[in-house]
């Protein structure tokens, strides 16, 4: 009789835009799995814990325990389940819009969240919000002109792509920081649309194990 296939872990913050992404991967995907919430800001940051360190050098969430193997960096980590669970795809089959899907998920996880992210702002003290805004409102203005290229009723035509995994977290970090949202026509309209499906509705911050109960849905 074969041993029980032990379910994935997926260390986790509720609030953590990269760790946003993976739960709707895994949502999407129909794979059941648990998380082990490590909270950004107690006890000095449960990231920088060795138990964590050692699970990612680079203390960061998320950190994903599945088929045996520990992975971080959230795109990795859906590229993976993508590669071995492929159905319902996330990438295109067309390497055009393949191309695409990830060049719009590069710009925002490159070009955005990082500059906006935890690490970051600590060093920036009263003019958080400020560099935030700058941050968010700059990267949004490219991505908005790409979408106007590539956009169907998500980021890259009629199907939900791995480029959309990565919009919808940073909408709501948006959200978050008060940037205006009005010059983006086409990141608000595809934003709502998102939000509306389930996987986005159920890995959504404001529900997770970990969500603080003043904030939680």
């Known amino acids: 009789m074969c041993a029980a296939v032990a379910k994935p872990i997926l260390y986790s913050y509720f ?70 669970r492929p159905n319902p795809r996330i990438l295109p089959q067309d390497p055009k819009k393949r191309a695409q899907v990830r060049m719009i998920s590069d710009h925002i996880v490159s070009g955005i969240q990082p500059l906006q992210n935890l690490s970051v702002l600590q060093q920036m003290g009263e003019k958080q919000q400020e560099w935030a ?17 590539t956009a169907g009723r998500y980021c890259v035509g009629d199907e939900v792509t791995m480029a959309d995994l990565c919009l919808v977290p940073q909408v709501y970090n948006a959200a978050r920081f008060k940037v205006d949202l009005a010059p983006y026509p086409t990141i608000v309209r595809i934003n709502k649309a998102l939000l509306e499906l389930d996987a986005f509705q159920i890995s959504h911050p404001c529900r997770q194990p970990d969500t603080p109960p003043e904030t939680r849905a």
């Not at 999407?28 to 814990?49: F, M, R």
Request: with cysteine; hydrophobic share 40%; aromatic share 6%.
């Open 133 to 149: 805004e700058h941050c968010i409102s700059r990267g949004f203005k490219a991505v908005e002109q790409v979408l106007q290229e």
């Open 15 to 84: 609030r953590s835009s990269c760790s946003w992404r993976v739960r709707i991967a895994l949502t999407l995907k129909g794979i059941a799995y648990e998380q082990a919430p490590v909270h950004l800001l107690k006890d000095g940051g449960q990231q920088h814990s060795s138990e964590f360190q050692a699970l990612n050098p680079m203390q960061q969430v998320p950190a994903l325990k599945i088929d045996g193997v520990t992975l971080s960096q959230s795109l990795a980590i859906i590229e993976y389940l993508e590669e071995t």
